[in-house]
Protein backbone atom coordinates (compact mmCIF):
# COMPACT_ATOMS: atom_id res chain seq x y z
CA UNK A 1 0.00 0.00 0.00
CA UNK A 2 1.13 3.42 -0.70
CA UNK A 3 0.98 6.87 0.90
CA UNK A 4 -0.98 9.58 -0.12
CA UNK A 5 -0.60 12.90 1.35
CA UNK A 6 -4.09 14.62 2.07
CA UNK A 7 -2.85 17.35 1.61
CA UNK A 8 -1.47 17.27 -1.59
CA UNK A 9 -3.34 19.84 -3.90
CA UNK A 10 -4.45 18.34 -7.48
CA UNK A 11 -5.10 21.37 -10.48
CA UNK A 12 -8.12 22.91 -11.13
CA UNK A 13 -10.86 24.02 -9.28
CA UNK A 14 -12.92 22.20 -6.55
CA UNK A 15 -15.66 21.05 -8.89
CA UNK A 16 -13.33 19.70 -11.03
CA UNK A 17 -11.32 17.74 -8.76
CA UNK A 18 -14.41 16.61 -7.40
CA UNK A 19 -15.83 15.51 -10.50
CA UNK A 20 -12.33 14.05 -11.45
CA UNK A 21 -12.50 11.79 -8.37
CA UNK A 22 -10.16 13.34 -6.26
CA UNK A 23 -10.48 13.98 -2.14
CA UNK A 24 -10.55 17.46 -1.05
CA UNK A 25 -9.30 17.34 2.55
CA UNK A 26 -9.58 20.50 5.50
CA UNK A 27 -7.80 19.92 8.08
CA UNK A 28 -9.21 22.48 10.20
CA UNK A 29 -13.41 22.11 9.53
CA UNK A 30 -14.53 25.39 7.51
CA UNK A 31 -18.05 25.30 9.19
CA UNK A 32 -19.19 24.22 12.82
CA UNK A 33 -19.18 20.92 14.19
CA UNK A 34 -20.66 19.31 17.51
CA UNK A 35 -19.11 20.66 20.22
CA UNK A 36 -18.95 20.46 24.32
CA UNK A 37 -22.62 19.03 25.62
CA UNK A 38 -23.74 18.15 21.75
CA UNK A 39 -20.70 16.34 21.18
CA UNK A 40 -20.84 14.19 24.19
CA UNK A 41 -24.05 13.26 23.64
CA UNK A 42 -23.86 12.77 20.43
CA UNK A 43 -21.02 10.11 20.88
CA UNK A 44 -23.12 8.36 23.85
CA UNK A 45 -25.69 7.17 21.16
CA UNK A 46 -26.22 3.89 19.79
CA UNK A 47 -27.38 2.01 16.47
CA UNK A 48 -30.81 1.32 16.70
CA UNK A 49 -30.22 -2.84 15.68
CA UNK A 50 -27.62 -4.90 13.58
CA UNK A 51 -29.86 -4.02 10.41
CA UNK A 52 -28.93 -0.10 10.86
CA UNK A 53 -25.37 0.80 9.56
CA UNK A 54 -25.11 4.29 10.85
CA UNK A 55 -27.93 7.04 12.42
CA UNK A 56 -29.51 8.77 9.59
CA UNK A 57 -31.51 12.32 9.40
CA UNK A 58 -33.59 13.34 6.11
CA UNK A 59 -33.65 16.93 6.54
CA UNK A 60 -36.62 17.25 4.24
CA UNK A 61 -39.15 16.46 7.55
CA UNK A 62 -36.49 16.37 10.16
CA UNK A 63 -36.88 12.58 10.92
CA UNK A 64 -34.02 10.87 12.25
CA UNK A 65 -33.57 6.73 12.47
CA UNK A 66 -31.35 4.05 13.13
CA UNK A 67 -30.54 4.82 17.15
CA UNK A 68 -31.93 3.61 19.96
CA UNK A 69 -34.61 5.50 21.46
CA UNK A 70 -35.08 6.47 25.19
CA UNK A 71 -36.85 9.19 25.35
CA UNK A 72 -38.84 11.91 23.61
CA UNK A 73 -36.04 14.75 24.49
CA UNK A 74 -33.13 12.61 23.10
CA UNK A 75 -34.77 12.41 20.29
CA UNK A 76 -35.56 15.93 19.71
CA UNK A 77 -32.07 16.87 20.86
CA UNK A 78 -30.49 14.60 17.86
CA UNK A 79 -32.64 15.96 15.72
CA UNK A 80 -31.21 19.71 16.55
CA UNK A 81 -27.57 18.43 16.34
CA UNK A 82 -28.28 17.08 13.11
CA UNK A 83 -30.20 19.65 11.61
CA UNK A 84 -27.46 22.46 12.88
CA UNK A 85 -25.22 20.26 10.95
CA UNK A 86 -27.11 20.25 7.67
CA UNK A 87 -27.53 23.96 7.76
CA UNK A 88 -23.74 24.41 8.24
CA UNK A 89 -22.74 22.09 5.53
CA UNK A 90 -24.84 22.96 2.97
CA UNK A 91 -24.29 26.97 3.48
CA UNK A 92 -20.35 26.35 3.35
CA UNK A 93 -20.72 23.47 0.63
CA UNK A 94 -23.12 26.29 -1.61
CA UNK A 95 -20.16 29.18 -0.90
CA UNK A 96 -17.66 25.92 -2.29
CA UNK A 97 -19.45 25.33 -5.42
CA UNK A 98 -22.19 27.54 -6.27
CA UNK A 99 -23.26 25.91 -9.46
CA UNK A 100 -23.87 22.59 -7.71
CA UNK A 101 -26.15 24.56 -5.24
CA UNK A 102 -28.22 25.85 -8.18
CA UNK A 103 -29.63 22.39 -8.92
CA UNK A 104 -28.76 19.74 -5.80
CA UNK A 105 -31.43 17.71 -3.66
CA UNK A 106 -30.19 17.42 -0.55
CA UNK A 107 -30.07 13.98 0.47
CA UNK A 108 -29.31 12.27 4.32
CA UNK A 109 -27.20 13.55 6.87
CA UNK A 110 -25.78 10.40 9.05
CA UNK A 111 -23.61 10.17 12.23
CA UNK A 112 -21.40 6.70 12.34
CA UNK A 113 -21.04 5.82 15.74
CA UNK A 114 -19.22 2.34 15.21
CA UNK A 115 -15.32 1.47 15.17
CA UNK A 116 -14.76 0.51 11.56
CA UNK A 117 -11.97 -2.04 12.60
CA UNK A 118 -14.13 -4.18 14.14
CA UNK A 119 -17.57 -4.37 12.75
CA UNK A 120 -18.92 -7.65 11.39
CA UNK A 121 -21.55 -7.10 8.02
CA UNK A 122 -22.12 -9.19 5.30
CA UNK A 123 -19.40 -8.28 2.66
CA UNK A 124 -21.35 -6.50 0.00
CA UNK A 125 -22.47 -3.95 3.30
CA UNK A 126 -18.44 -3.63 4.49
CA UNK A 127 -17.34 -0.31 4.59
CA UNK A 128 -13.85 -1.72 4.43
CA UNK A 129 -14.17 -3.24 1.34
CA UNK A 130 -13.20 -0.05 -1.88
CA UNK A 131 -16.16 0.34 -3.43
CA UNK A 132 -17.61 3.29 -5.60
CA UNK A 133 -21.49 4.00 -3.77
CA UNK A 134 -24.66 3.21 -4.69
CA UNK A 135 -27.65 3.74 -2.64
CA UNK A 136 -29.91 0.73 -2.78
CA UNK A 137 -32.81 2.53 -1.49
CA UNK A 138 -32.20 5.89 -3.24
CA UNK A 139 -31.48 5.72 -6.86
CA UNK A 140 -29.51 8.28 -8.23
CA UNK A 141 -31.29 8.93 -11.84
CA UNK A 142 -27.68 9.51 -13.17
CA UNK A 143 -27.27 12.06 -10.45
CA UNK A 144 -23.67 12.54 -9.60
CA UNK A 145 -22.94 11.48 -5.46
CA UNK A 146 -21.58 14.26 -3.44
CA UNK A 147 -20.70 13.51 0.27
CA UNK A 148 -19.06 15.87 3.05
CA UNK A 149 -17.18 14.16 5.80
CA UNK A 150 -16.41 15.23 9.57
CA UNK A 151 -14.19 13.42 11.83
CA UNK A 152 -15.74 14.54 15.70
CA UNK A 153 -13.81 11.89 16.93
CA UNK A 154 -12.28 13.92 19.82
CA UNK A 155 -8.68 12.15 19.85
CA UNK A 156 -8.72 9.51 16.92
CA UNK A 157 -7.99 9.82 13.12
CA UNK A 158 -10.45 8.53 10.79
CA UNK A 159 -8.19 6.01 7.59
CA UNK A 160 -9.55 6.12 4.50
CA UNK A 161 -7.46 4.09 1.37
CA UNK A 162 -8.93 5.12 -2.25
CA UNK A 163 -7.50 3.49 -5.01
CA UNK A 164 -9.06 4.29 -9.26
CA UNK A 165 -11.33 6.74 -10.27
CA UNK A 166 -14.72 5.03 -11.99
CA UNK A 167 -13.35 5.58 -15.50
CA UNK A 168 -10.34 3.57 -14.80
CA UNK A 169 -12.40 0.60 -13.01
CA UNK A 170 -15.36 1.15 -15.84
CA UNK A 171 -12.82 0.50 -18.39
CA UNK A 172 -10.80 -2.81 -16.14
CA UNK A 173 -13.87 -4.08 -14.84
CA UNK A 174 -17.04 -3.14 -16.33
CA UNK A 175 -17.49 -6.06 -18.78
CA UNK A 176 -17.26 -7.94 -16.16
CA UNK A 177 -19.63 -6.76 -13.34
CA UNK A 178 -22.47 -6.70 -16.63
CA UNK A 179 -23.10 -4.09 -18.93
CA UNK A 180 -26.47 -2.90 -19.37
CA UNK A 181 -28.72 -4.55 -22.02
CA UNK A 182 -28.42 -2.65 -25.37
CA UNK A 183 -31.57 -4.44 -26.00
CA UNK A 184 -33.96 -3.16 -23.41
CA UNK A 185 -32.41 0.90 -22.81
CA UNK A 186 -31.74 3.80 -25.28
CA UNK A 187 -27.85 4.32 -24.47
CA UNK A 188 -26.88 5.07 -28.32
CA UNK A 189 -29.26 7.62 -28.06
CA UNK A 190 -29.71 11.18 -27.61
CA UNK A 191 -25.76 12.14 -26.53
CA UNK A 192 -26.50 15.79 -27.03
CA UNK A 193 -30.03 15.62 -24.65
CA UNK A 194 -29.95 15.45 -20.61
CA UNK A 195 -28.19 12.80 -19.78
CA UNK A 196 -30.30 12.81 -16.89
CA UNK A 197 -33.37 12.07 -19.51
CA UNK A 198 -31.97 8.74 -20.20
CA UNK A 199 -32.11 7.44 -16.73
CA UNK A 200 -35.29 8.37 -15.50
CA UNK A 201 -36.93 4.63 -14.27
CA UNK A 202 -39.97 3.78 -14.88
CA UNK A 203 -42.50 3.93 -11.70
CA UNK A 204 -41.89 1.65 -8.92
CA UNK A 205 -38.19 0.65 -10.82
CA UNK A 206 -34.75 1.73 -10.82
CA UNK A 207 -33.12 2.78 -13.98
CA UNK A 208 -30.36 0.50 -16.08
CA UNK A 209 -28.04 2.77 -14.75
CA UNK A 210 -29.22 2.66 -11.27
CA UNK A 211 -29.22 -1.58 -11.30
CA UNK A 212 -25.14 -1.24 -13.19
CA UNK A 213 -24.09 1.13 -10.03
CA UNK A 214 -25.46 -1.34 -7.78
CA UNK A 215 -24.18 -4.54 -9.38
CA UNK A 216 -20.61 -2.32 -10.11
CA UNK A 217 -20.54 -1.71 -6.14
CA UNK A 218 -21.04 -5.32 -5.47
CA UNK A 219 -18.92 -6.67 -7.95
CA UNK A 220 -15.49 -4.33 -7.01
CA UNK A 221 -16.16 -5.22 -2.89
CA UNK A 222 -16.30 -9.42 -4.04
CA UNK A 223 -13.68 -8.88 -6.65
CA UNK A 224 -10.47 -10.16 -4.81
CA UNK A 225 -7.95 -9.66 -7.50
CA UNK A 226 -8.96 -5.55 -6.93
CA UNK A 227 -9.45 -5.38 -3.73
CA UNK A 228 -5.66 -7.17 -2.89
CA UNK A 229 -3.85 -5.99 -6.26
CA UNK A 230 -5.50 -2.70 -6.74
CA UNK A 231 -3.60 0.62 -6.32
CA UNK A 232 -4.08 1.86 -2.81
CA UNK A 233 -4.00 5.53 -1.52
CA UNK A 234 -4.02 5.58 2.13
CA UNK A 235 -5.66 9.27 3.76
CA UNK A 236 -5.24 9.64 7.81
CA UNK A 237 -8.00 12.55 8.77
CA UNK A 238 -7.33 13.74 12.01
CA UNK A 239 -10.08 14.69 14.55
CA UNK A 240 -11.94 17.74 13.74
CA UNK A 241 -11.09 18.21 10.30
CA UNK A 242 -13.33 17.78 6.77
CA UNK A 243 -13.29 16.01 3.73
CA UNK A 244 -15.54 15.68 0.48
CA UNK A 245 -15.46 13.79 -2.45
CA UNK A 246 -17.95 12.04 -5.53
CA UNK A 247 -18.02 8.59 -4.04
CA UNK A 248 -19.46 7.42 -7.20
CA UNK A 249 -16.20 8.00 -9.12
CA UNK A 250 -13.86 8.08 -6.03
CA UNK A 251 -13.29 4.29 -5.20
CA UNK A 252 -13.08 4.62 -1.42
CA UNK A 253 -13.18 2.09 1.79
CA UNK A 254 -12.89 3.38 5.42
CA UNK A 255 -10.41 1.06 7.17
CA UNK A 256 -10.56 2.35 10.92
CA UNK A 257 -12.29 5.12 12.81
CA UNK A 258 -15.26 5.78 14.85
CA UNK A 259 -17.93 9.06 15.05
CA UNK A 260 -18.04 10.76 11.91
CA UNK A 261 -20.82 12.70 10.71
CA UNK A 262 -21.22 12.70 6.61
CA UNK A 263 -24.33 14.46 4.30
CA UNK A 264 -25.26 13.56 0.76
CA UNK A 265 -26.23 15.46 -1.84
CA UNK A 266 -27.70 14.43 -5.52
CA UNK A 267 -26.09 16.64 -7.86
CA UNK A 268 -27.49 16.82 -11.47
CA UNK A 269 -25.89 16.80 -14.78
CA UNK A 270 -26.82 20.34 -16.16
CA UNK A 271 -24.83 22.03 -13.04
CA UNK A 272 -21.47 19.62 -13.76
CA UNK A 273 -17.84 21.25 -14.91
CA UNK A 274 -17.35 18.29 -16.60
CA UNK A 275 -20.66 15.98 -17.50
CA UNK A 276 -18.68 13.93 -20.33
CA UNK A 277 -16.41 12.54 -17.30
CA UNK A 278 -19.76 11.92 -15.05
CA UNK A 279 -20.00 7.50 -14.61
CA UNK A 280 -23.71 8.15 -16.89
CA UNK A 281 -22.08 9.62 -19.97
CA UNK A 282 -18.56 7.24 -19.27
CA UNK A 283 -20.93 3.86 -19.12
CA UNK A 284 -23.47 4.87 -22.32
CA UNK A 285 -20.02 5.12 -23.94
CA UNK A 286 -18.64 1.74 -22.23
CA UNK A 287 -22.27 0.49 -24.05
CA UNK A 288 -21.33 1.80 -27.52
CA UNK A 289 -18.28 0.77 -27.35
CA UNK A 290 -19.48 -2.82 -26.48
CA UNK A 291 -22.32 -2.74 -28.74
CA UNK A 292 -20.02 -2.13 -32.11
CA UNK A 293 -18.05 -5.23 -30.87
CA UNK A 294 -20.89 -7.46 -30.65
CA UNK A 295 -21.92 -6.06 -33.93
Same mark, same amino acid.
Given at each position: ?????????????????????????????????PQGADLDFLVQQE??? &??????????????????????? #????????????FSEAATRWLSDLL?????????????????? #???? %?????? %???????????????????? /?????????????????????????KRYGEAAGLPNRN?? %????????????????????????? &??? /?????????????????????????????????????????? %?????? #?????????? &????????????????????????
Amino acid at each position: MSANGVNSMGCGTPAERLERGEVLFYPTAPFALPQGADLDFLVQQELGS &LAHKNISYNPHNGKVNGFVRRTA #EQAEQLRGIFARFSEAATRWLSDLLPQYSQGWQLDRASFRPQE #EATR %RLRPKA %RNDLLHVDAFPGRPSRGNRI /LRVFANINPREPRIWVTSDPFAKLLKRYGEAAGLPNRNRT %RWLEGLGQSVLGLFRPNIGRRSEYD &LFM /LRFHDYLKLNEEFQEKGPKYLHTFPPGCVWVAMTDTCSHAVL %RGRYAL #EHSYFVPPTV &LVLPEESPPVLLQKACAVSGRRAA
